[in-house]
T-cell receptor, first 116, second 113 residues
Framework: DQQVKQNSPSLSVQEGRISILNCDYTNSMFDYFLWYKKYPAEGPTFLISISSIKDKNEDGRFTVFLNKSAKHLSLHIVPSQPGDSAVYFCAASPKNSGGSNYKLTFGKGTLLTVNP | SAVISQKPSRDICQRGTSLTIQCQVDSQVTMMFWYRQQPGQSLTLIATANQGSEATYESGFVIDKFPISRPNLTFSTLTVSNMSPEDSSIYLC??????????FGSGTRLTVV
């Protein structure tokens, strides 16, 4: 049972345009959400996060939106750059329960390609 | 954020053998996490390792197959024992928490033949 779903395995956008990566989750115990970027032969790199008490968090070109009622979050990259081409993972962490707030559940990732 | 040195970066191993993966962190951390990413799949947590105590394994993972050591607050190893081709994956260690995010090692790409 996949608790974090990234239904688009790949996405291709033009440089300068907006990239929108989507993520859905099923576990209502998740209260913290993160996006990671992964280049080939490297480990995932933390990008941006959002707590369930917020519906938006912005950091430069990256904005994450959270819709709790729909159990949906999205990552917007504006403007997209060729260097953004990577696999993007959505991850979620549950409420604190004996230390289990440290556990991350990942989606399968979306390969973003930004074309010059 | 912490910097993690993970090795080996890749290995090709014969079935039935074991491989030990090492992670060294540049600062003291309470918890270290070990993940597996099978081809085309998401990262899956194998176990959480605290210094001075037995690792806590997730459902589907057992200590006999994936023994973990955590001798101090900056180092941990994961052994993949009695390997089969199904163990071919990328293995990653990680440290951190919700406040500052999680940092990952660069991963170990294991191929079992």
């Amino acid at each position: 049972d996949q608790q974090v779903k990234q239904n688009s395995p790949s996405l291709s956008v033009q440089e300068g345009r907006i990239s929108i990566l989507n993520c859905d989750y099923t576990n209502s115990m998740f209260d913290y959400f993160l996006w990671y970027k992964k280049y080939p032969a490297e480990g995932p790199t933390f990008l941006i996060s959002i707590s369930s008490i917020k519906d938006k968090n912005e950091d430069g070109r990256f904005t994450v939106f959270l819709n709790k009622s729909a159990k949906h979050l999205s990552l917007h990259i504006v403007p997209s750059q060729p260097g953004d081409s990577a696999v993007y993972f959505c991850a979620a962490s549950p409420k604190n329960s004996g230390g289990s707030n440290y556990k991350l559940t990942f989606g399968k990732g979306t390969l973003l390609t930004v074309n010059p | 954020s912490a910097v993690i040195s993970q090795k080996p970066s890749r290995d090709i191993c014969q079935r039935g053998t074991s491989l030990t993966i090492q992670c060294q962190v540049d600062s003291q951390v309470t918890m270290m996490f070990w993940y597996r990413q099978q081809p085309g799949q998401s990262l899956t947590l194998i176990a959480t390792a605290n210094q001075g105590s037995e690792a806590t394994y997730e459902s589907g993972f057992v200590i006999d197959k994936f023994p973990i050591s955590r001798p101090n607050l900056t180092f941990s190893t994961l052994t993949v024992s009695n390997m089969s081709p199904e163990d071919s994956s990328i293995y990653l260690c990680s440290v951190g928490g919700q406040v500052y995010g999680y940092t990952f090692g660069s991963g170990t790409r294991l191929t079992v033949v």
